[in-house]
């Protein structure tokens, strides 16, 4: 389970190692947006290097540009003899962009010697407005989709915005796009994955807005500060308490295989419950 997906510029082995040292559940190698367009061919081979190294665990997930830049191509056929787990695709407008880049991958792994099928797909999903009306394409999902992540600043310069925010939190538009990527997210069956805390230096912030994603019900967060991963491991890790009760209520099902509804301690559980149980030991790890 990825809990904390943290961005890594794909031009900067420095930013990369101090990444390695973090808990980060996976890293994004990044080629579009912290890559200047002049360092972006140097970057490619700089990435391939992060590939090749002691992964230690962590999901490697590369962001190519985006498919209007005519970058894609140059880049996938850079990065995919590295073997990256997972490919990212900004500003994807639906799922036939998502399909596209299959197809691509497809071709790339064949040339590759991989095994057809096995580098994933995530989508930044609400970075314009087309893309937000995009969302319930997604249903059914691709086998290679991983996740749907939102974004919310290139969605501010796709809507005339001023700002994503209303003070702490943010603007209605913005929120419309993070509600309905959960949405299309669940309806899939696949994460949502909650857009990154841009607050760098408040902590007790970030902590909050994790936990909150959480709550909603997204399944990870990323991350742009080395210093965040803690607070959202944190977040996205069920409690004790949490852990206790799933095994609970699904040993309660489990005694009555019969029953649609079971009693613990006073309160009604029903199978709906039963998920989110299971739900919450697979966020465990168990």
């Known amino acids: 389970m990825m809990r904390s997906i943290l961005f890594v510029p794909g031009d900067s082995p420095r930013k990369f190692a101090k990444a390695m040292t973090t808990a980060a559940d996976a890293l994004v190698l990044d080629l579009e947006d912290s890559v200047a367009v002049s360092a972006k061919v140097g970057a490619r081979a700089t990435v ?25 191509l140059p880049d996938l056929a850079a990065v995919m003899p590295a ?36 580098t994933g797909i995530i989508p930044v999903a609400t970075e314009t407005a087309e893309s937000i009306l995009g969302l319930a394409s997604y249903t059914p999902p691709h ?35 993070r509600n309905h990527c959960l949405m299309a997210a669940a309806s899939a069956g696949i994460p949502a994955i909650d857009t990154v805390c841009t607050n ?23 991350v742009i500060h080395p ?3 803690g607070p959202v491991n944190t977040a996205f890790t069920p409690t004790d308490e949490e852990v206790a009760w ?3 209520v699904i040993a309660a099902f489990e005694d009555n295989p ?12 029903d199978k709906p419950h039963e998920r989110a149980a299971r739900k919450i030991l697979a966020a465990a790890g168990l």
């Open 48 to 72: 391939c290097e992060m590939l090749a190294a002691d992964r230690a665990g962590k999901v490697m997930i590369v962001r190519v540009n985006a498919y209007d830049t005519r970058l894609t």
């Open 83 to 118: 073997r990256p787990d997972c490919i990212m695709l900004p500003k994807c407008r639906n799922a036939a962009d998502a399909l596209q880049l299959a197809h691509y991958l497809s071709a790339f792994e064949t040339a590759a010697g991989i095994e057809e099928g096995s």
């Open 143 to 177: 086998p290679r989709l991983r996740g749907l992540l939102w974004g919310a600043e290139d969605l501010i310069s796709s809507l005339g915005a001023t700002s994503n925010r209303d003070g702490a939190f943010y603007s209605g538009p913005f929120l419309m796009a």
């Open 200 to 222: 760098i230096g408040d902590l007790d912030y970030v902590a909050e807005e994790s936990r909150a994603a959480r709550r909603d019900g997204f399944g990870a967060k990323a």
């Open 227 to 229: 210093a965040h991963v």
């Open 246 to 248: 799933a095994k609970t």
């Open 258 to 269: 019969g029953l649609g509804v079971v009693a613990i301690d006073g309160k009604m559980i």
